[in-house]
């Protein structure tokens, strides 16, 4: 028997929780279907909100990344209140030294003076006390908990294997999605909202692909003097300071489908260039190592907004700024969705880019 939904998104990672949980708030009937929550490229990245520190260029990606930041605060106090639980938001600015001198750039003297110890190559760089970080880790437990408190129906282990159309050669904006086909039999939806991060190829051919990154944390023993008290955003990796003593490490970026498991080599060189970073870390205790999957596109922008089917919407391919962009992507694929009323905002983001 098939089960019947008002708004069913495919995909329980921070994308598609965050949709959820505004489309809720705003008084719709939503469905989650998630194959596998601890997949999610949330619990690997470093929960960096670096719009300025990343170096984007000015473009519709840029206004999209600050938008978001901004409403980082209000978003996250929403979701503290609701909860109860800290999701780690440290508006600690970003710190992005150099080993090549640039225009505009502070020199070292000044470098230092936001953080002592960097390694001797770094001789100069900039400082965005706009940019911050959130634990990504804190804020996906506080967003599955806040769907849980709204009455959000989320169901788990459930992998999607196909649209059912009804007509299966059309792949027009005339057509529609009639049911999805899945593990656990037929699900049905008036609309439906894919946010599957890099898996999305798997029911749609849009240009999203697995781009694996490797993290690793050390730890700081001594809680009460921190010896790092920003992002260090780097040449060659970054390095994202906890509140609780917690030093993340990363991140390689490697083509390699999904290949599963820390390298040797791909951990030699997160700790390489940390330590030349910031020769201190060499000393402090190494606690854990991981991977993830970035869903990537060409372009490196996400994919936002209606899709080639009538009643599908498409939020996907948001690479290395899923967490960034988390509140601006959940306002205006709600808003979309809610109001079917095309945003200006989300033009620049359109499939059909890609031809």
């Known amino acids: 028997?098939?089960?019947?939904?008002?708004?069913?998104?495919?995909?329980?990672?921070?994308?598609?929780?965050?949709?959820?949980?505004?489309?809720?708030?705003?008084?719709?009937?939503?469905?989650?279907?998630?194959?596998?929550?601890?997949?999610?490229?949330?619990?690997?990245?470093?929960?960096?909100?670096?719009?300025?520190?990343?170096?984007?260029?000015?473009?519709?990606?840029?206004?999209?990344?600050?938008?978001?930041?901004?409403?980082?605060?209000?978003?996250?106090?929403?979701?503290?209140?609701?909860?109860?639980?800290?999701?780690?938001?440290?508006?600690?600015?970003?710190?992005?030294?150099?080993?090549?001198?640039?225009?505009?750039?502070?020199?070292?003297?000044?470098?230092?003076?936001?953080?002592?110890?960097?390694?001797?190559?770094?001789?100069?760089g900039f400082w965005f006390p706009q940019d911050g970080q959130v634990d990504n880790r804190a804020l996906a437990k506080v967003l599955w908990m806040a769907a849980q408190e709204l009455g959000i129906e989320i169901h788990t282990g459930i992998h999607v294997d196909a649209f059912g159309t009804g007509e299966p050669a059309r792949f027009k904006s005339d057509s529609s999605i009639t049911h999805l086909e899945t593990n656990q039999g037929i699900w049905k939806a008036d609309r439906y909202i894919l946010a599957t991060g890099a898996w999305s190829q798997d029911l749609l051919p849009?240009?999203?692909?697995?781009?694996?990154?490797?993290?690793?944390?050390?730890?700081?023993?001594?809680?009460?003097?921190?010896?790092?008290k920003q992002v260090l955003y780097g040449e060659e990796s970054y390095i994202v300071p906890r509140q609780d003593g917690r030093i993340i490490v990363g991140a390689t970026s490697e083509n390699v489908g999904f290949q599963a498991g820390n390298t040797a080599i791909g951990v030699h060189q997160l700790l390489s260039a940390a330590i030349r970073l910031y020769p201190p870390i060499q000393h402090f205790t190494l606690e854990e190592t991981w991977y993830?999957?970035?869903?990537?596109?060409?372009?490196?922008?996400?994919?936002?907004?209606?899709?080639?089917?009538?009643?599908?919407?498409?939020?996907?391919?948001?690479?290395?700024?899923?967490?960034?962009?988390?509140?601006?992507?959940a306002s205006t694929i709600a808003q979309f969705v809610l109001t079917e009323k095309p945003d200006p905002r989300l033009e620049a983001f359109h499939w059909s880019r890609y031809g």
């Not at 230092?112 to 100069?124: F, K, N, R, S, Y």
């Open 1 to 124: 028997m098939a089960r019947n939904c008002e708004i069913l998104i495919i995909g329980g990672g921070i994308i598609g929780l965050a949709i959820a949980i505004e489309l809720k708030s705003q008084g719709a009937a939503v469905t989650i279907l998630c194959r596998n929550f601890a997949e999610a490229a949330t619990h690997a990245a470093a929960g960096m909100l670096a719009p300025q520190a990343e170096e984007i260029p000015p473009s519709p990606m840029l206004d999209l990344c600050l938008e978001s930041r901004a409403l980082y605060p209000d978003w996250i106090h929403k979701l503290e209140s609701l909860t109860g639980l800290n999701a780690g938001y440290w508006a600690c600015g970003i710190l992005a030294p150099r080993y090549q001198h640039s225009e505009k750039m502070l020199d070292r003297a000044s470098l230092l003076i936001h953080q002592p110890d960097l390694g001797e190559e770094a001789i100069g």
């Open 206 to 228: 849009i240009p999203v692909f697995p781009r694996k990154g490797q993290m690793l944390s050390v730890r700081v023993l001594d809680r009460e003097n921190l010896p790092l």
């Open 292 to 329: 993830g999957f970035r869903p990537a596109t060409p372009d490196e922008f996400p994919i936002l907004g209606s899709s080639p089917y009538g009643n599908l919407t498409l939020a996907a391919g948001h690479y290395r700024n899923g967490i960034l962009l988390a509140p601006v992507t």
